[in-house]
């Protein structure tokens, strides 16, 4: 089973706390956080450090590449197929997001995969991820 | 820093607070209702259970599913004149959560009969949450998740770490389908096979149809009071031993692990308070929103190892009469109810009935003095509130 493309998910809508993810993101760069005080990276970014509470927090520019700690594909309702992941960037953190443009049937968990920003309607575009050569 | 547990500074709910009244609406569906007149329906059926009457009711608890605004518009439907109320909200969890935090204000002396309710008619009018201004929701609304898909990624990454196969979740279902066989009421009465669970349609990978809980119209309430409110009543005593509750998320993203639930901070937590461990456990119930959350919380619980689930739950050990840890003797989320997608309420009522001796015949389990019931609410891929309770008859 491929994946259509026919899905057309909703805009982000960006908070003043995230605004220069977005502005990177229409730029084809993904963000990340990274904590000046305990040195650890975070996504989804906030403001304040989920691990030590430090506000001393920095933007970081990912790779953009990873691998799929887990995946799974929806088969029924709206917009189905869809391919819901998580995918673990190698600076660090995990993130949610949708596998595209690929075979799905052939999505396995730690397979190599790079950001694929999918454009929106009215607003920037979404990190998603498709598969790269082992 | 370091922190002494309260029970043993001698602050513990156990045993100062009882179950007297429990109530499972019949219906699974109901279009020719409201919701608060479910609600209503309920805390009637659970005060005529108990022999209490609604001016008895000093504390009111409630979840998401109750309309208006954090009780207040449902006590005042209700015609409750309280002196707690507690809202707390953590998804089909909430109601297991509601009885320990009601044995809290009893034991503190802020109600003596407490009121939880939850109702709802899924099948009946649209029913869904917006992601509105949750601080995820820019970085994920547009995911497309779904219960499905959030579990179905515990599943695999479960499959992927432990070998956990198909045929092992399906056997939860098989289960669960052999004790909703003698539930009038439940909503899947006939008995499936591992191989009907392997041919229903695939919903999300690797969960399919029969691996998913009902949707269901219905609801259902409790009473939890004081010792002397419980030793007036022509009951049996069910008493509150032990509880725990905990909420766990991606928390930034940091060493994912969506093999482990919140329930391995809860679980813990109520044996430590009841001083009972997963062997003394005559009956559980085990929230079934999907098989995978069965196997999960089996074994953050302790009763078996972590990745052991698969073999634990397989060839019928969760069937009352055959198996080594009878579940959800009344079908469970599975094949009995899930009302308003919510089976925590109901995870307490069988337990209860359990062990009051009023399951069914064929379900009953012996003797059963010391039960569970465990619960994963809100999405256990993303973010779940856990809670854990440990009943006993005295």
């Known amino acids: 089973m491929t994946d259509s493309s026919s899905r057309k998910p909703p805009s982000p809508a960006p908070t003043p706390e995230n605004e220069p993810f977005w502005a990177a993101a229409a730029e084809g760069t993904l963000l990340i956080k990274r904590c000046r005080s305990c040195g650890n990276a975070h996504y989804y970014p906030r403001a304040i450090c989920p691990y030590c509470f430090s506000t001393d927090t920095a933007w970081q520019a990912s790779k953009g590449e990873g691998e799929i700690y887990s995946v799974s594909v929806m088969r029924r309702g709206a917009n189905a197929p869809y391919a819901l992941a998580y995918v673990t960037l190698d600076e660090g953190p995990s993130m949610l997001t949708n596998i595209t443009g690929c075979d799905f049937d052939a999505l396995r968990i730690g397979q190599r995969v790079a950001v694929r920003f999918l454009s929106t309607d009215a607003g920037p575009p979404l990190p998603m991820f498709a598969p790269i050569g082992d | ?394």
Request: contains cysteine.
């Open chain 2, 1 to 394: 820093m370091q922190q002494v547990p309260l029970w043993k500074l001698g602050m513990t709910i156990r045993d100062r607070a009882y179950i007297a009244g429990a109530f499972e609406h019949p219906t699974r569906h109901a279009p020719d209702k409201s919701t608060p007149q479910l609600h209503a329906e309920c805390a009637a059926g659970a005060l005529a259970d108990s022999g209490l009457s609604l001016s008895d009711v000093d504390g009111y608890f409630c979840a998401g599913d109750a309309p208006g605004f954090g009780g207040m518009s449902m006590i005042d439907y209700l015609g409750l004149n309280v002196r707690h109320v507690d809202s707390t909200e953590t998804g089909g969890s909430s109601y297991i959560l509601h009885v320990s935090h009601a044995a809290q204000a009893i034991a503190a002396g802020k109600c003596s009969v407490a009121l939880i309710t939850l109702a709802g008619r899924p099948r009946s009018e649209p029913f869904g949450r917006t992601p509105g201004t949750a601080p995820e929701a820019p970085f994920e609304s547009w995911c497309g998740v779904t219960t499905h898909n959030s579990y179905g990624m515990c599943a695999a990454r479960h499959s992927h770490e432990y070998g956990t196969r198909p045929e092992q979740l399906a056997w939860i279902k098989v289960a669960a389908s052999t004790h909703a066989q003698h539930n009038p009421h439940a909503m899947l009465r006939d008995l499936v096979t591992v191989e009907d669970v392997l041919a229903s349609p695939m919903i999300s990978d690797p969960l399919r149809r029969l691996d998913c809980c009902v949707v269901s119209d219905g609801g259902g309430a409790l009473l939890v009071v004081a010792p002397e409110v419980a030793k007036s009543l022509d009951r049996p005593l069910v008493s509150v031993r032990g509880a725990g509750e905990a909420v766990k998320g991606p928390m930034g993203g940091r060493n994912l692990d969506l093999t482990t639930s919140a329930a391995a901070r809860s679980g813990p937590a109520a044996f430590e308070e009841a001083g009972v461990s997963p062997s003394d456990i005559k009956y559980a119930s085990i929230y079934d929103s999907f098989t995978i959350t069965v196997l999960i919380q089996l074994e953050d619980l302790g009763f078996c190892a972590k990745g052991e689930g698969g073999r634990f739950v397989a060839d019928g050990n969760l069937i009352s009469g055959a198996g080594r840890l009878p579940f959800n003797t009344d079908g469970g989320g599975l094949c009995n109810n899930h009302p308003t997608n919510r089976g925590g309420i109901t995870k307490v009522i069988e337990a209860v009935r359990q062990l009051r001796g009023e399951a069914h015949p064929a379900v009953q389990v012996a003797n059963c003095d010391l039960a569970l019931a465990t619960g994963i609410g809100g999405s256990l891929g993303t973010r779940h509130g856990a809670a854990t309770l440990i009943l006993e008859r005295q």
